[in-house]
Antibody, heavy 123, light 111 residues
Framework: EVQLVESGGGLVKSGGSLRLSCAAS????????MHWLRQAPGKGLEWVSS????????HYADSVKGRFIMSRDRAKNSLYLQMNSLRAEDTAVYYC????????????????WGKGTTVTVSS | DIVMTQTPLSSPVTLGQPASFSCRSS???????????LNWLHQRPGQPPRLLIY???NRFSGVPDRFSGSGAGTDFTLKIRRVEPEDVGVYSC?????????FGQGTNLEI
């Protein structure tokens, strides 16, 4: 079964750091474009960062640029999000998701999502 | 950044009746490859989002045919032919044509 499982969330003080993990099963994570997204309490979804399957790019939202670092480990088939200099506004459920290729060879977003991990930043 | 605007923000409906959600983008979502990467996601309370529709009108695997997407350029619509109880939740449009990916505010479907 294709699955993504996030972990690493928790309560941290403003200015602190956390490292989120996203473990993939049923597919090779390094072969897929992968994404981190988040949802603040009672708010809509927000894209955070993405990395291409060929390691050819990593993009970040302006709100996290310079503070968050996305990476992956082939051997562990896992994706990571290192979050530094955390702020209260980073409080959210963080999801990882992957891209997929349709029958027309177009790359589309989000066929598989994890259940999310909760990050709470206290001020 | 591309701004996605959804209307309405809340949609009370009766079971068995149709529902419709609108999404407008601040600029064309046509990608250089010719495709339009407008997606619709559904999120039930307490659950992660799931993909319903991709590239404007393509139903993702397992999505019932009562869901349909339409539109072009900057104006898009999601329709539910007859609302069922499991359709409650928030419907969000999302563009993945260019970075940063952006979402609409979401429409809350209430029964």
């Amino acid at each position: 079964e294709v699955q993504l499982v996030e972990s690493g969330g928790g309560l941290v003080k403003s200015g602190g750091s956390l490292r989120l993990s996203c473990a993939a099963s049923g597919f090779t994570l390094s072969s897929s474009t992968m994404h981190w997204l988040r949802q603040a309490p009672g708010k809509g979804l927000e894209w955070v960062s993405s990395t291409g399957s060929s390691y050819n790019y990593i993009h970040y939202a302006d709100s996290v640029k310079g503070r968050f670092i996305m990476s992956r480990d082939r051997a562990k088939n896992s994706l990571y999000l290192q979050m530094n200099s955390l702020r209260a506004e980073d409080t959210a459920v963080y999801y990882c998701a992957r891209d997929w290729v349709d029958s027309g060879d177009s790359v589309n977003f989000g066929d598989v999502w994890g259940k999310g991990t909760t990050v709470t930043v206290s001020s | 950044d591309i701004v996605m605007t959804q209307t309405p923000l809340s949609s009370p409906v009766t079971l068995g009746q149709p529902a419709s959600f609108s999404c407008r983008s601040s600029q064309s979502l046509v990608h250089s490859d010719g495709n339009t990467y407008l997606n619709w996601l559904h999120q039930r309370p307490g659950q992660p989002p799931r993909l319903l529709i991709y590239q404007i009108s393509n139903r993702f695997s397992g999505v019932p045919d009562r869901f349909s997407g339409s539109g072009a350029g900057t104006d898009f619509t999601l329709k539910i032919r007859r609302v069922e109880p499991e359709d409650v939740g928030v419907y969000s449009c999302m563009q993945t044509t260019e970075f940063p990916y952006t979402f609409g505010q979401g429409t809350n479907l209430e029964i």
